[in-house]
């Protein structure tokens, strides 16, 4: 009995034996994903990243491909671009399996999802399989492209103009509630469409209306920006700029040319930054500039907004011994829409380099609400010099009238106005009739405009006496001539002294210095024949005839030669007193 249990013990053990055996000769591969899904979320434009772990669970090593890389949400797709294939993995191993998409950049937002499937064929009648769900959240991004900014052009002030855009939605979603405002205030922009949706990657186009306010700075500025308004994107999308003229405008600009020699006007109608070129006239040393101007007030004349108290002013830099020379107009008003002609007039100094200077043109004034409105110009002179000249630049006479006897003093002043030294010039001051004849020469005038060596001047005195027709009354020419060099005239100019006759009451003055004298001897010698006690009657009767020629009265205003014969007299009348007192004490 024991050994029938023992038989069947062994027959059930070899039994179980033998069928175990197969199964471990042929025990199944297996893997597992250890997640159910991945979530992964990114921006458009970028790249999103993600992994997942996988486990050998079988008994042999796996070879585990991956397929259904292509993610979708509704009609778009996007695709896993980096997954690798996991090769060799040992049995009870695990791996990290990496992958990630890139994302376009204008992926339109939304979920994208994606059954990601791993195979692996451990024997060829054996396949293992899993799958892990791939979910990538592709966000919203909004974002436009338009233009860079806007140039309204030449503007006024309290007008309006029109101008239009393209508008692209460059993000991934729609943007809703679309409208546009502007930076500045009081502009008033307008646009044509508003509160509209701008789908993704579409465009519009669209025009609006800007009004410039009277209140807007001047010149070429920018005016502000245009805004995009709606419930996703709230961003300034560019700037409008333009050349705002205001109230005040410098409507057209006319400079005349005037130089030290022709004095004639070259006309010359300019534009803002432009090089004076007056063709075969050169600006130089004492030219004169006139710059007339029109000026208008651009506001409509309905506005009545009146520009007050306006003034212009041309400023030509470091012309003056780096020195700016400016001058200004008087003060203007211009009424809303009208217009007023103005001149400036500035005067080339005589002392002055040869070269380019920038001139500048500011005109400015105010409306009745304090608002000032202003414009400007830039202009280029080129001031040039002969290489010869030599100019009398100052010939006076002062006094230029004198009454019958006096003294005048004449100046004259020359300058050396060329680009080279001269070291033979020559002056001369004529005028035969008033015997002036002065002359000198080998005078040197450096090119030296500010260190006063380009200058000689030359004071000369000149008497006068009419008395007796010495110097006859009338105009008398006296020429001022500078030469180069002797023989070589190069300037004249003549200044006039005017001698005026003398009154009578002058002449007799001057007459009657030798008459007195004369009549107070004859009166002293008919005196010495008068008795001191006992005249005659006809003695008495000639003295008294005598008297009324005797009796001529000297005034005050007399020269001493007057008083030297009033002392003569006196002295004789003395002595003959004496004579005839002592002859009748000798007959008595």
Not at 122 to 128: H, I, M, N, R
Request: charged letters at 20%; aromatic letters at 8%; proline letters at 3%.
């Amino acid at each position: 009995m024991a050994n029938k249990i023992k038989i069947l013990f062994k027959t059930a053990l070899i039994a179980l034996i033998l069928f175990l055996m197969p199964l471990n000769a042929y025990a199944a591969p297996s893997f597992q994903i250890v997640e159910d899904f991945v979530n992964i979320s990114s921006n458009a434009g970028t790249t999103a990243s993600g992994n997942f772990v996988v486990n050998n669970t079988g008994t042999t090593n796996l070879n585990i491909n991956f397929t259904g890389y292509l993610l979708s949400s509704e009609n778009n797709q996007i695709s896993i671009v980096s997954l690798a294939n996991i090769s060799n993995l040992a049995n009870g191993t695990t791996s990290a399996a990496t992958f990630s998409v890139q994302i376009p950049t204008q992926q339109k937002a939304g979920i994208y999802s994606a059954i990601l499937n791993a195979t692996s064929n451990a024997t060829p009648s054996a396949t293992v399989e899993d799958s892990v769900i791939i979910n990538l959240n592709v966000t919203p991004t909004y974002t436009v492209s338009t233009v860079s900014e806007i140039f309204l052009g030449d503007v006024n002030l309290n007008s309006t103009y029109a101008k239009s855009f393209n508008i692209t939605n460059t993000g991934n979603s729609n943007i809703t509630n679309v409208s546009f405002g502007f930076s500045g205030s009081n502009f008033d922009l307008k646009t044509n469409k508003t509160n509209f949706v701008l789908p993704f990657n579409s465009t519009e186009s669209l025009a609006f209306n800007i009004t410039v306010p009277f209140q807007s700075s001047t010149g070429n500025v920018t005016l502000g920006s245009v805004k995009i308004l709606s419930t996703e994107l709230n961003a300034d999308l560019f700037n409008v700029k333009a050349d705002v003229k205001a109230g005040l405008v410098i409507e057209d600009l006319d400079v005349f040319l005037t130089t030290f020699d022709s004095k004639t006007e070259s006309d010359l109608d300019v534009i803002n930054n432009k090089k004076l070129d007056f063709g075969e006239e050169d600006i130089g040393p004492g030219s004169e500039l006139r710059f007339n101007f029109e000026i208008s007030n651009t506001f409509r004349q309905d506005a009545k907004i009146d520009i007050k108290d306006a003034i212009i002013k041309v400023t030509i830099a470091d012309i003056d011994d780096n020195a700016d020379l400016d001058e200004e107009s008087q003060e203007f008003d211009i009424d809303s829409g009208g217009s007023e002609d103005v001149d400036v007039i500035i005067t080339i100094p005589l002392s002055v380099e040869p070269g380019k200077y920038d001139v500048l043109i500011e005109a400015e004034g105010e409306d009745e609400d304090r608002n000032t409105h202003s414009a400007k110009m830039s202009l280029v002179i080129d001031v040039k010099k002969k290489s010869r000249d030599i100019e009398i630049i100052e010939a006076s006479i002062f006094p230029e009238k004198i009454k019958c006897s006096g003294a005048s003093a004449l100046t004259a002043k020359i300058k050396n106005l060329g680009s080279r030294n001269e070291d033979d010039a020559r002056l001369e001051i004529i005028n035969s009739d008033l015997g002036i004849n002065f002359a000198q020469g080998k005078i040197m005038l450096e090119n030296a405009p500010f260190e006063g060596t380009d200058e000689f001047v030359k004071k000369l005195g000149i008497n006068v006496d009419n008395t007796n027709n010495k110097t006859k009354a009338g105009k008398y020419a006296i020429a001022v001539k500078a030469y180069l060099q002797e023989q070589i005239l190069w300037k004249t100019k003549t200044v006039n002294l005017v001698v005026e006759a003398c009154e009578k009451s002058e002449e007799k003055k001057a007459e009657s210095k030798e008459e007195n004298i004369k009549k107070g001897i004859a009166q002293q010698e008919t005196s010495n024949a008068i008795s001191a006690e006992k005249l005659s009657e006809k003695a008495e009767n000639e003295i008294q005839a005598l008297k009324p020629a005797a009796s001529t009265e000297i005034p005050f205003t007399q020269k001493p030669l007057f008083w030297a014969g009033v002392i003569i007299f006196n002295v004789i009348i003395i002595f003959s007193v004496v004579f005839f007192v002592s002859k009748m004490f000798v007959k008595k």
